[in-house]
T-cell receptor, first 113, second 111 residues
Framework: NAGVTQTPKFQVLKTGQSMTLQCAQDMNHNSMYWYRQDPGMGLRLIYYSASEGTTDKGEVPNGYNVSRLNKREFSLRLESAAPSQTSVYFC????????????FGPGTRLTVT | TQLLEQSPQFLSIQEGENLTVYCNSSSVFSSLQWYRQEPGEGPVLLVTVVTGGEVKKLKRLTFQFGDARKDSSLHITAAQPGDTGLYLCARTRGSYGKLTFGQGTILTVHP
């Protein structure tokens, strides 16, 4: 039981390049979330998926897209990376839709030059 | 925007000392969570408090939810180097489990 896994762990992009961050959970959870963490700002919600087949915007969705591929997987795509998207990205899942307990992955550290 | 303000932002203490971290908001929240995050890892949930005035204990950690449900505190007794990390408070926002986080408190406990 690996919990929440994220790939890659580190990535460096040039401005304008695209990439997809992958997230998978093996806990049969309904809800999944993408956050970004910047120094001094805690974590901010980018997008979430309350259940398979649905996605919705969080606090800071601009510049990102998501896909809930199936119940296990929730990917985050940067179509044209910008230096402002340099951050650590965390995926999380929770058992119930709206469930209070979220389980976080280990994060992806992204640098955009 | 329903902000969560955490204080202090940084805390550096010696092993064996006590400390308190605060989390405040101008609005009432239905529940509040405390997470601990170690370098290179994701946050891990420590506790959820729901009822005003509630106190929960987790070994040397004591969590309190204010009577008016606008503030919370985390108190650590006899801190140890293993307590070093980033402590985050978070509140639920709307439905679907969306969380709003405070900016965090970086705690360093020196041996």
């Amino acid at each position: 039981n690996a919990g929440v896994t994220q790939t890659p762990k580190f990535q460096v992009l040039k401005t304008g390049q695209s990439m997809t961050l992958q997230c998978a959970q093996d806990m049969n959870h309904n809800s999944m979330y993408w956050y970004r963490q910047d120094p001094g700002m805690g974590l901010r919600l980018i997008y979430y998926s309350a259940s398979e087949g649905t996605t919705d915007k969080g606090e800071v969705p601009n510049g990102y897209n998501v896909s809930r591929l199936n119940k296990r997987e929730f990917s985050l795509r940067l179509e044209s990376a910008a230096p402002s998207q340099t951050s650590v990205y965390f995926c999380a899942s929770s058992e119930e839709t709206g469930g209070l307990r979220q389980y976080f992955g280990p994060g992806t550290r992204l640098t955009v030059t | 925007t329903q902000l969560l303000e955490q204080s202090p932002q940084f805390l550096s203490i010696q092993e064996g000392e006590n400390l308190t971290v605060y989390c405040n908001s101008s609005s009432v929240f239905s529940s509040l969570q405390w997470y601990r995050q170690e370098p290179g890892e994701g946050p891990v949930l420590l506790v959820t408090v729901v009822t005003g005035g509630e106190v929960k204990k987790l070994k040397r950690l004591t969590f309190q939810f204010g009577d008016a449900r606008k503030d919370s505190s985390l108190h650590i007794t006899a801190a140890q180097p293993g307590d070093t990390g980033l402590y985050l408070c978070a509140r639920t926002r709307g439905s679907y489990g969306k969380l709003t986080f405070g900016q965090g408190t970086i705690l360093t406990v020196h041996p």
